[in-house]
């Protein structure tokens, strides 16, 4: 059976989560102010993870991908920018 899913302002203040340190806060760079959200899941005795930043801006990291993964030039993305393909 079952149980009904408790409400997240209740697993914020449960013990058991404060102590295995689920939640966290973190300054979010995309809104410019510190949050507190849900941390790591998996707890590895030799990785320590950490929050590098909050959910990019639409668009924030298109060229990135547009160079790094799809292996697009610099002319390519310009022309991208030019037909109104991407900002």
């Not at 408790?6 to 295995?20: M, V």
């Amino acid at each position: 059976m079952f149980k009904p899913l408790k409400k997240i302002h209740f697993q914020i203040a449960a013990d058991n989560y404060q102590k295995r340190g689920n939640f966290i806060e973190y300054t979010d760079e995309t809104l410019g102010k510190t949050v507190k959200g849900f941390g790591f899941g998996p707890k590895m005795s030799r990785t320590s993870p950490k929050v590098w930043r909050g959910a990019p801006t639409l668009g924030q990291d298109t060229e990135a991908i547009l160079k790094k993964i799809a292996g697009y030039s610099e002319n390519e993305i310009e022309n991208f920018k030019g037909k109104g393909v991407i900002d």
